[in-house]
């Protein structure tokens, strides 16, 4: 689950990609794991399912850094550890694999644990479509009558709130955190802001208010940052 940015070429440090490292292994205390309880969105959970997974309850983070991290999966980005470590496998192997209603259970666990630290990006204002998902029940997804554990009748229609911008693939954001540099970088001359550890494109498109968010910020740097899961400490961007 993250706060978006990128590897050096020789080593790449990860931050909190899926649900925090140490939320990991965690227990869920309290909170039972023999039904799959009741869905309830949490506080500002549309802002934090779009910038994760611009609402695709199937988005898989299969790059490089996305399989160090733990393959990043599902609505809200969840590692498959931290999947597994909060009830998830009473539902799928894997977030992707569970239907967005199954996939709002394990992520209110998470969320009744340690609210939304796990995750990088940030809860806020979104698509009505994905302030909550109890009422759906298929991912879309071959095997998801398997996932489920309901047979492959009728798949609930995506519904039109859960339409996604007009794009051919919803993109899945880049999950890797800022590396050290460790060579020269390539700046933009016209760069505004400074690459620091632990940035992301995404929280740096938050942060100074990038219409379009990580990807536009990206274009504006094209030549700079070729590659959306790389960016260096020390690094100058522009962000207008």
């Given at each position: ?8 070429h020789?080593k790449?440090v990860?931050k909190r990609?899926g649900?925090?490292a140490?939320l990991?292994?965690a ?7 023999v039904?799959a309880?009741?869905?309830?969105a949490f506080?500002?959970q ?17 790059t490089?850094?996305?399989?160090r991290?733990g393959?990043?999966?599902g609505l809200f ?7 597994l ?6 539902f799928?192997p ?11 259970v ?5 969320y ?8 990088e990006?940030?809860t806020?204002s979104g698509?009505a479509?994905?302030?909550s ?13 398997a996932a489920?554990?309901h047979?492959k ?7 039109a709130?859960t339409k ?6 919803p993109?899945?954001k880049?999950q890797?955190?800022s590396a050290p ?5 390539r700046s933009?001359?016209?760069g505004?802001?400074t690459v620091v550890?632990?940035d992301t494109?995404?929280g740096?498109a938050?942060?100074?208010g ?5 990807q536009?910020l990206?274009q504006?740097?094209?030549a700079y940052v070729?590659?959306?899961n790389?960016?260096l400490?020390?690094?100058k961007?522009a962000?207008k």
């Amino acid at each position: 689950m993250g706060r978006h940015s990128k590897p050096s070429h020789t080593k790449t440090v990860l931050k909190r990609t899926g649900a925090t490292a140490a939320l990991a292994g965690a227990t869920l205390g309290g909170i039972g794991l023999v039904g799959a309880g009741p869905a309830n969105a949490f506080p500002g959970q549309a802002g934090l399912v779009k910038c994760e997974s611009s609402g695709n309850p199937t988005a898989v983070n299969n790059t490089a850094a996305g399989q160090r991290a733990g393959r990043p999966a599902g609505l809200f980005q969840i590692v498959t550890k931290t999947w597994l470590a909060n009830g998830g496998g009473q539902f799928a192997p894997t977030a992707d694999k569970a239907s967005p209603a199954q996939q709002q259970v394990v992520a209110d666990r998470i969320y009744a644990k340690s609210g939304s630290a796990p995750w990088e990006c940030s809860t806020g204002s979104g698509p009505a479509g994905f302030g909550s998902f109890s009422g759906q029940l298929s991912t879309g997804s071959a095997d998801s009558g398997a996932a489920t554990g309901h047979s492959k009748a009728k798949a609930a229609k995506p519904q039109a709130k859960t339409k996604l911008k007009a794009k051919a693939k919803p993109q899945v954001k880049p999950q890797v955190k800022s590396a050290p540099a460790t060579g020269a970088t390539r700046s933009n001359p016209n760069g505004d802001y400074t690459v620091v550890a632990g940035d992301t494109l995404s929280g740096i498109a938050a942060r100074t208010g990038v219409a379009g968010g990580w990807q536009h910020l990206q274009q504006l740097n094209s030549a700079y940052v070729p590659d959306a899961n790389l960016i260096l400490v020390g690094q100058k961007i522009a962000t207008k």
